[in-house]
């Protein structure tokens, strides 16, 4: 069979055109197509019963933290969460050949302070002496500007949107830039496997692993599943936890009838745990 | 003289090559039966079908981790219309919450197939913890 030029030309012409087309073609049938499958997507959403707010926040009234409040505070939070605690004996069967603790590299999400130490700018050498001997609660203040956030290099530590400073424990590196941004000493480095140290095992909440840095996540998981943080279940009424953004909220009300002050609030990140003295 | 020394060295190199092959012929790797959980078996359907689940189950994993982390959202209503805790061990309805046997689900295949998932290092079977 013999071809003209002409007719080879107009066949591959044709032919380029539905070439080309091909892909735009495709393109639309696919988007046409997903808005139906989209229908049948699966879908996420939260518990009716979740506790939500437009900024969390904190008050913690000082006056009724005694010694033991702030010990049941500081346990329940262990429990809760799994923290290491360095001084107990690990179970030589499970976890042969641990190594000797180093009690400087210990594991705090919240846990008590001297007033000089929480509040180093406020030292007066005239101040009371009942505020030398209290004992103050000192967490992570989920600040609104939060420094760590800004270091972090993978977004391991990001600021969720309802105002809760949180890890992705598995996003987390280990290069401890957010500790060395964070003026409050709020995150603690995984310098070893924490699980020996482990009493009681929390099932409801992971342990961490060795290179990993931690802190408090205002109990995340608990307030989706509409319960209150486990430190203040365990305070005796002297925390509280609210949005900060709800003028009703009981935060706010405590915050209007008190005088309270927040740590080196000089800095300008904006700390969320409020002090009622 | 050459013709020979080639097709002897030929013969051992395709040998060679198949190594993998014929060391496996007639041996004990066949592939692991996964034992389901009375729980899994009454429930008769996972999260995706059987065979997206085999192929898809870290994907998935992963976007629920995102998910229950970044948005704060611990429900999935899976496309078949069954509801999961996005949770790999924690509640009722989360994968151990079915899958209640880690060893005999999870453990076996992975050790099978050589990967060694860190999901265990950081997440707890509440059956090894609790006891």
């Not at chain 1, 707010?53 to 799994?82: F, L, P």
């Not at chain 2, 003289?1 to 007639?26: D, E, H």
């Not at chain 2, 982390?69 to 069954?82: L, Q």
């Not at chain 2, 060893?103 to 998932?117: E, L």
Request: proline share 5%; with cysteine.
């Amino acid at each position: 069979m013999k071809k003209s030029r002409r007719s080879f030309l107009k066949a591959a012409g044709v032919s380029a055109v539905a070439i080309g087309a091909a892909p735009a073609i495709k393109a639309v049938a696919v988007a046409s197509g997903g808005a139906a499958t989209n229908a049948s997507a699966a879908v996420k959403s939260r518990k009716t019963e979740a506790l939500s707010a437009h900024r969390w926040g904190m008050v913690i009234d000082t006056s009724k933290i005694t010694e033991e409040v702030a010990e049941a505070v500081v346990e329940a939070c262990r429990k809760a969460h799994n923290i290491p605690d360095f001084n107990h004996e690990p179970d030589q069967e499970k976890y042969p050949d641990t190594r000797p603790v180093d009690h400087k590299q210990e594991i705090k999400w919240i846990w008590e302070e001297h007033y000089q130490h929480a509040f180093p700018e406020m030292e007066d050498e005239f101040l009371a002496e009942k505020f030398r001997q209290l004992p103050f609660l000192v967490t992570c203040n989920h600040c609104k500007n939060a420094p760590c956030v800004q270091a972090c290099p993978t977004k391991a530590t990001f600021k969720r949107e309802d105002g809760i400073v949180l890890m992705d424990f598995h996003r987390c590196i280990g290069c401890r830039f957010c500790m060395a941004a964070c003026p409050f000493g709020s995150r603690s480095f995984n310098f070893r496997d924490p699980r020996p140290f482990i009493s009681e095992f929390n099932p409801d909440f992971p342990t961490r692993s060795k290179g990993v840095v931690e802190k408090c996540n205002l109990c995340a998981e608990r307030l989706a599943k509409g319960l209150q943080p486990a430190c203040v279940e365990a305070s005796e009424g002297a925390i509280v936890v609210g949005d900060l953004e709800d003028p009703e909220s009981e935060v706010r009300a405590l915050l209007n009838e008190n005088y309270a002050i927040r740590r080196k609030q000089e800095l300008g990140t904006e700390p969320s745990v409020y002090y009622v003295m | 003289m050459s013709k020979n020394a080639i097709i002897a060295g030929l013969v051992v190199f395709v040998a060679a090559a198949l190594f993998p092959f014929w060391f496996n012929i007639g041996g004990t790797n066949a592939a692991p039966e996964i034992e389901l959980s009375e729980k899994a078996k009454a429930a008769k359907q996972c999260v995706l079908d059987k065979y997206d689940m085999r192929a898809n189950h870290m994907s998935l994993l992963d976007e629920w981790r995102d998910s229950v982390v970044r948005d704060a959202d611990r429900m999935y209503k899976s496309t078949n219309g069954k509801d999961f805790g996005m949770s790999l061990s924690t509640g009722e309805n989360s994968c151990l919450g079915c899958h209640t046997d880690k060893a005999k689900f999870c453990d076996r295949c992975h050790t099978y197939a050589s990967v060694t998932p860190y999901c265990w290092e950081c997440h707890t079977d509440p059956k090894e913890v609790t006891q």
